[in-house]
């Protein structure tokens, strides 16, 4: 005999219809199904583009370029005044250095130079990026720059001293290795200074480049960082896409 009531559907069959996807991909069906279902952002365009997520792409490709516009301008210049004084100073000194302190910074150069570089590149492009919607940038911003590097870099250049220490037969292991890495990051905050304060005329050149370098970088970064004239220029193009629409 064949019933009249209606047949209700099979679930099982509805969920497996298509087959087995893998977690990855239901996941993303999910993702697909909730997103149509909430509220767009407020700053979207009509074509779909976010101008949030457009700004940041934006945003962190120039960072990108003015790291290394600032490392890259740092590293140079700093070691090629390295290598001119250097024929120029007698017996080339150039880095300072303290009473009975082992030369390691003479022996390995352009190593404590890529170090300041890098840290240098980081604080000057952030810094670039924090001000770049002033009209001008005040000199004690850009010696702040410099300052801030001293500071950070005294540090890693200490833990660096002590790495090619244990590498000239010193070396230790256990506990004591990081023993020597602590007193090492602790001797370089209290002497890192004081190190570069007797590099002369080494560290006169540096602030004279240093200066020059960063003003520039800031000025590269102004109009490019403008956020108000960016989220104007987005937001026309939307204004634009919506009349093609009608």
Request: aromatic share 16%.
């Amino acid at each position: 005999m064949c019933s009249l009531q209606p047949t209700k559907p099979n679930k099982q069959r509805r969920i497996t219809s298509r087959g087995w996807q893998p977690p990855l991909a239901l996941c993303s069906r999910c993702f697909y199904v909730i997103s149509n279902l909430s509220p767009r952002p407020t700053l979207a365009l009509a074509s779909g583009v976010d101008i949030t997520q457009t700004f940041g792409k934006k945003l962190m490709n120039r960072a990108y370029k003015l790291f290394l516009y600032f490392a890259l301008s740092c590293f140079l210049a700093a070691s090629a005044g390295y290598f001119l004084l250097r024929m120029v100073m007698q017996d080339g000194w150039v880095f300072g250095a303290l009473y009975r302190m082992f030369l390691y910074h003479w022996e390995h150069p352009l190593q404590y130079i890529l170090v300041i570089a890098v840290i240098y590149g980081l604080i000057a492009a952030f810094m670039a990026i924090r001000f770049s919607d002033r009209p001008e940038i005040s000199r004690w911003i850009i010696f702040s720059v410099m300052a801030l590097t001293i500071v950070v870099a005294s540090p890693i250049g200490g833990i660096m001293w002590v790495i090619h220490d244990m590498q000239a037969g010193y070396f230790t292991e256990g506990s004591r290795f990081w023993a020597s890495i602590r007193w090492g990051t602790l001797e370089g905050i209290k002497l890192g200074w004081l190190v570069i304060l007797l590099s002369i005329p080494y560290n006169v050149f540096g602030l004279i480049v240093g200066y020059f370098v960063t003003s520039y970088g800031f000025a590269l970064a102004r109009p490019a960082y403008s956020p108000r004239s960016s989220l104007q220029s987005l937001s026309a193009a939307g204004i634009h896409l919506n009349e093609k629409a009608k």
